[in-house]
């Protein structure tokens, strides 16, 4: 598992450096100082490294092999090429003397020979460091013959672990509690592991831990036992526009990626640090619309984020007559239950749903919206309709992309953006304006989010598809159903 350069940055053997590059390659897993270091050297605990010879002689990669290979590559042509003459990273030997059983023997010989760690070139010429005068039982066994006791090394990212500052306080304290080692590592690995797997209701099987894990972003169970139909009566008398009922709906549900299915409604962490503050959620009539459904929540004893689902819902209703299925039991989250730090990347940058584009970036806003629709799991035809939907109903970032009055659901989006007796120009990298074409008359104007339903020949069919006089009931029927696929991406609870 080699997530940073083992020879320090660009080979430079330098730990302090290799710390930096550990530092900000582990953050990213949202992996602390200590977890990187149980990580690191439980891991390390185990098994070798392989650079018995020149690199050069190491064929393709599995891939690009000949089809006898049947699928091996990385044919090795120095000695037999496996065993003790195996090359891989290139860094040769085990780091501890016993590097099939679980020890502190690790943290036992980076502390041995804290001064006396020597730089040395493996028979591969890598960078790697090796106690200047090893004890026999310093050494290891040889990969073939454990009678033959060869040196143990430790690379330049584990000498960071005693050499910078922080990574040296923790591997201190877990070589002199090895205890506390064993328990810092069976968690960090349960986290390296379990991470992209979501939350704990998709877990299967006996072996599950009862304990609930911040990173696991639990959320209490909530009510599945009141009254619906009532709740749904008092949002619609709660003074909230349509738009402000399905735009919060959706930036609760729509942070769910499948990726590794954080995110989602439940938990309503909507209303708490970071997500209350995102630019995308529109703090201020976020805090009106909170303001307002929370009361109604605790009236009826539903949880805040069936609610916030359940108002999307009204919107909807009352935006096309049509009914649209609720299930109940989505559970509020508190700060407590909440990563602040690991939910900021959930961060929605770009949201062509609501028109929201945070800055310019190189990517442009058509191919980011493209990738909040796979990470939704939702189809072509799925994102179309959304988009479509959610603008007849007004939601945008500001009047982009609304060309009717915002309390209907209807395919409006389409028939107007398709109409021919406009043209368009660009305003901005992100804008543009609808002029008429012999009047010369501004008349609407939209974003790349919205053009990109014209402009491109699969989503202009399917756009045409929905803008056909005799598709009315199905766009809202389709509507209506990828919209319960997001209110529902997260209710792994319910599946
Ligand atoms: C600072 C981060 C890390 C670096 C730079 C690093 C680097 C390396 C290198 C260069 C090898 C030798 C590969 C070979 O030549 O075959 C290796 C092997 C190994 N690493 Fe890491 N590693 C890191 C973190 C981890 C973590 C977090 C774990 C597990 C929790 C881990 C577990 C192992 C194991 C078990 C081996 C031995 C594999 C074998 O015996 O074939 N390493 N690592």
Redesign the pocket.
Known sequence: ??????EGPNANPDPLLSAQD?RE??ARMAMNDAE?VA??A???T??????AGDAGQVGSEPEGSSIEEQGFGWANTHGSGKGRD?I????EGAWTAN?TQWDNGYFDLLFKHEDSWKLVKSPAGANQWTPANPDPEDLAPDAEDASIKVPTMM?T??M?MIRDPEYRKISKRFHENPDEFADA?ARA?FK?LHRDMGPKARYLGPDVPDEDLIWQDPVPAGSTSYDVASLKEAIKGSGLSIAEMVETAWASASTFRGSDMRGGANGARIRLAPQKDWAANKPEQLAKVLAALTPLAEAHGASIADTIVLAGNTGIEMASGVEVAFTPGRGDASDAHTDVDSFAVLEPVSDGFRNFLLKNYSVSPEEMMLDKAQLLGLTAPEMTVLVGGLRSMGVSSDDRGIFSDGNTLSSDFFTTLLDMNVKWKATGSNSYEAHDRSSGELVRRATRYDLVFGSNSQLRAIAEVYAQDDNKDKFVHDFISAWNKVMNADRFDVA
């Open positions: 598992m080699i997530y940073v350069n083992p550990i390659t582990f990187t990580l690191t439980g891991g390390h185990f098994g070798k490294a392989h650079g195996t891989t990273s290139g860094i590097p690379t990212a584990d960071a590592f690995w390296l």
